[in-house]
């Protein structure tokens, strides 16, 4: 049984591409992996935040793992700064980081560009997401590409670390959705769509009411051809838009060109757009019965306590490894 980690940063509600290329393709990996899926505060605070709404943005993001199919008796959900270990491996893998190497991933020079006052943790928040993952001993990690780097980096540490001190860490592999893995936004398909877009009509949340939903998606740029064809290069906006549709109905792309072949672009959106809200509406049903529910903070207890047997025992190796603190004599 292979050991899975996934962690989502609590910083708006997620879209529907989150959804699409990731936390839909956890549900099935529960069942046959031991999975931990982590709301990752820590790394949110980066950049400022308003407190109350990240506390907000804590529970609402856990209630939408549920309500999207984390099954609480088959998964760990746990709020990643209710575990100390997730920071206290974090220093031991920023002392083993080059600041060169934290220099050079893209996220650090897209966010910190054109800026005076950058904060430390956006630099060597990668290390942070190394020890997230390295404390579980985890096999897999399901990603999209923009994440893929940092991947990267977190091999490169625990092998470095492996290399110097002991065989502590396990080298997780990278797994990247085929289907579904990049959604684009709605206004502009160059870029991946993104919950913290200053364009609204650019994403679709999770938790979009369904006339908000239609009225995004009939106003997603497309082009002035008329005819409904996958065509990334030429034809990126109704590209993206088959993607979606393919993602949320199962149907492939050939069959939504052919079914959508001698109709125009008006009909086909409407048609996204039911595909979409037929998706989000029971999942919205159960966000809404479990956000202010007692249920959730037993869950997200239960969470912490089982998490962090395992990472503590992770830490405590690391340490030892490292020398740090003593060694108790026997009694």
């Known amino acids: 049984m292979n050991t899975i980690f996934s962690g989502i940063q609590p910083s708006g509600t997620l879209t529907i591409g989150n959804y699409l290329g990731a936390l839909r393709h956890f549900v099935p990996l529960q069942e046959d992996h031991q ?25 609402s993001l856990a ?81 999209g590409e923009d994440q893929k780097q940092h991947l990267e980096l977190t091999r490169n540490l625990a092998q470095r670390f492996n290399n110097k001190y002991n065989n ?18 709605l206004q502009d398909p160059s870029k991946k769509m993104s919950k913290s877009d200053e364009n609204v009509k650019g994403f679709i949340s999770m938790l979009d009411e369904p006339k908000k939903i239609e009225k995004k998606i009939k106003s997603a740029v497309t082009d002035s051809e008329g005819i ?29 060109e052919e079914k959508y072949a001698a109709k125009g672009y008006g009909e086909f959106k409407q048609g996204l757009a039911d595909a979409v809200i037929s998706v989000l509406e029971p999942i919205q049903d159960k966000y809404y019965a479990l956000l202010d529910s007692d249920e959730l903070d037993d869950i997200l207890d239960h969470g912490a306590e089982k998490a962090a047997q395992v990472a503590n025992k992770t830490v405590a190796k690391a340490k030892k490894a490292m020398g740090l603190g003593r060694v108790k004599k026997k009694k």
């Not at 502590?168 to 936004?185: D, Q």
């Not at 409904?228 to 939504?256: F, M, R, W």
């Open 228 to 256: 409904v064809k996958y065509d990334k290069e030429n034809k990126p906006g109704i590209s993206n838009l088959l993607s979606i549709y393919s993602s949320c109905t199962g149907e492939t792309v050939a069959s939504l």
């Open 35 to 59: 999975c931990y899926f982590c709301i990752v505060d820590e790394h949110a605070i980066t950049v400022p935040q308003d407190r109350l709404k990240l506390r907000h943005n804590i529970r």
């Open 63 to 143: 209630a939408l793992y549920i309500a999207s199919g984390i099954d609480p008796g088959k998964s760990t959900l746990f709020i990643q700064s209710e575990v100390p270990a997730h920071t206290q491996l974090s220093w031991m893998m920023q002392s083993i980081s080059y600041i060169g190497e934290l220099e050079r991933m893209t996220q650090f020079k897209d966010k910190s560009s054109g800026k005076d006052a950058i904060s430390a943790g956006l630099l060597t928040y990668p290390p942070l997401m190394a020890a997230d993952i390295l404390l579980y001993n985890t096999n897999l990690v399901p990603v």
């Open 168 to 185: 502590i860490f396990t080298l997780p592999e990278i797994s990247i959705p085929k289907v579904g893995a990049r959604i684009m936004s």
